[in-house]
């Protein structure tokens, strides 16, 4: 029998799918929180690896859904663009433990936490997005996206006055540059965060 | 003449041209490898810019082609999203090598020849990849996923290699000024890699479309 849910669209799946990305990438930023919370203790890498890869299923699965359905809930461009965004998260994140992974000894002193805290709020955000996708409440999407803003600026303002400290004279140079791929790796992260907000909020805006 | 052949797109011109911008990027990548092996030979950065330029001159006649062909065996956006893949691996590499060259002095002992096989292996299958799209059909799907995930492990492992030489940098074996050399070097031999990987991710997407 021909089902015209299945010509027309999955709906469901293709929101459900998105939002299990989403999903992963707080799970992943959890993690992140984690490691950075106990200083000096080495850091098991495998829930990163496995949430990417988990990220990564879920992309594919939903690249292949986009080939095989006649008709998406949203262009299936913006779709194919907001699962990449997404999926680039964990990725950068996984990126950060492993570099955290290898200098942990050294940089006991220097505290990670506050910024790590910043990209869980930001994510949390991003979740909310995502959810009011599939709503399609464009109002809810815009507060959300002028929140992440706000949070985005004081987390950048703090990744400087972070980054200054290891521009004084007499700190240690090698463990300057540690530390700056590591501080690099957060902003990354928080861009990537903000660029999948900025697809769901214009392809709100678009169907608005 | 009117070509019946050019309305319906058995013009076989778009799988040359991304042939060809497949093999100016495997080129330039031989030339990074010669550049690696022998790291005290006085180096230029003109033939890496030829290499560039010849990919970049491919990328400009697939984009006007695309403007005056009808129709094309492969959807328009996917042989610009394809080409556009093509065309920054020379680019990443050119980028390589001017750094490589300002700070030969200072790397001059590092041992790229493991980095050397990894850019080899994923340029040969980056190329492989491209020329099935020229036949799509029964099993190429496979064939794409295949080498697609040979792909893949390259440039895992060159991730893996990545993070271990990186390891050894942030050891405190070395002068800061040669990590900071060397880092930026590894990272851009890793985004030469990574290129590769987007291409096939490309290739790959083009196949399942059309499987």
């Known amino acids: 029998m021909i089902s015209f849910q299945r010509l027309l669209g999955r709906e469901d799946e293709f929101f459900g799918l998105l939002e299990a990305s989403a999903s992963e990438c707080m799970a992943v930023i959890e993690a992140l929180r984690r490691i950075v919370s106990l200083p000096g203790e080495k850091a098991s890498l495998e829930e990163f690896v496995t949430a990417r890869r988990r990220d990564k299923e879920v992309t594919q699965k939903l690249e292949e859904m986009l080939i095989h359905t006649f008709v998406t809930p949203i262009e299936r461009e913006d779709l194919e663009q907001l699962a990449e965004k997404l999926y680039k998260i964990p990725k950068t994140v996984e990126k950060f433990a492993e570099r955290y992974s290898l200098v942990v000894q050294r940089v006991t002193d220097v505290a990670f936490e506050p910024h790590a805290a910043a990209l869980s709020q930001g994510m949390g955000l991003l979740l909310q997005m995502v959810k009011a996708l599939k709503a399609g409440d464009i109002n809810a999407v815009k507060a959300r996206q002028t929140d992440l803003r706000t949070l985005a600026r004081g987390a950048e303002t703090s990744l400087a006055e972070s980054i200054a400290l290891l521009y004084q004279p007499n700190y240690d140079a090698l463990k300057a540059i540690i530390v700056k791929d590591l501080y690099d790796l957060i902003e990354r992260t928080l861009e990537r965060i903000r660029e999948a907000a900025a697809v769901i909020a214009h392809v709100l805006l678009k169907n608005s | ?211």
């Open chain 2, 1 to 211: 003449m009117f070509s019946l052949q050019k309305l319906f797109g058995k013009d076989d011109r778009f799988f040359d041209l991304l042939e060809a911008s497949s093999q100016e990027a495997r080129r330039s990548v031989e030339m990074l490898n010669e550049l690696l092996a022998s790291p005290s030979k006085p180096a230029s950065l003109q033939e890496f810019h030829a290499a560039k330029n010849a990919d970049k001159k491919i990328t400009e006649q697939i984009s006007k082609a695309l403007l005056t062909t009808f129709v094309t065996q492969l959807e328009k956006e996917d042989i610009e999203v394809l080409s556009a893949a093509l065309y920054r691996i020379p680019k990443t590499v050119e980028k390589f090598a001017e750094r490589f060259i300002i700070c030969a002095s200072l790397v001059k002992d590092a041992d790229f020849m493991k980095h050397t096989a990894f850019l080899d292996q994923a340029t040969q299958k980056v190329v492989g990849m491209v020329q099935l799209l020229r036949n799509l059909g029964q099993g190429r799907l496979d064939q794409a996923k295949e080498m697609n995930g040979q792909l893949q492990q390259i440039e895992g492992d060159a991730d893996d290699y990545a993070l271990e030489l990186l390891g050894q940098l942030y050891s405190g074996r070395y002068e800061p000024i040669k990590v900071l050399a060397l880092r930026d070097l590894y990272d851009l031999l890793e985004k030469v890699i990574d290129r590769c990987r987007d291409a096939g991710n490309v290739i790959t997407h083009i196949v399942l479309k059309s499987s």
